[in-house]
């Protein structure tokens, strides 16, 4: 089992950055995806940008070229850079990982961006 815990979130201005990270409480260099997902409000909860164990990338058309998803394995972390932001960045991020069929989940953490 893994548990993961988000931090980062908070209230900026359209334009800011912000950077968020995930710890899971064991290592996560056998996990074979984790994930940031954008849950914004009235919306379905949607990935942003994936992380393979070795290291490819992926994100949504609608982040790429703002977004940056990293992962240290040493620190059991991933980070979400999100630079650029904009008003419809707005919702809670969560992380997710992916190990051996199952799907575990953060508690989430809130992104606020003010236009």
């Known amino acids: 089992q893994v548990q993961l815990v988000?931090?980062?979130g908070?209230?900026?201005?359209?334009?800011g950055s912000l950077r968020l990270s995930c710890v899971a409480s064991g290592s996560i260099s056998n996990i074979n995806i984790m994930g940031w997902y954008h849950?914004?409000?009235?919306?379905?909860?949607?990935?942003v940008a994936a992380i393979t164990s070795g290291g490819s990338t992926n994100y949504a058309d609608s982040v790429k070229g703002r977004f940056t998803i990293s992962r240290d394995?040493?620190?059991?972390?991933v980070y979400l850079q999100m630079n650029s932001l904009k008003p419809e960045d707005t919702g809670v991020y969560y992380?997710?990982?992916?190990?051996?069929?199952?799907?575990y989940w953060g508690q989430g953490t809130q992104v606020t961006v003010s236009s």
Request: glycine share 22%; proline share 3%; hydrophobic share 30%.
């Open 6 to 8: 988000e931090s980062g």
């Open 10 to 15: 908070g209230l900026v201005q359209a334009g």
């Open 39 to 47: 849950h914004a409000p009235g919306k379905q909860r949607d990935v």
């Open 73 to 77: 394995n040493a620190k059991n972390t």
């Open 95 to 103: 992380c997710k990982a992916a190990l051996g069929g199952l799907g």
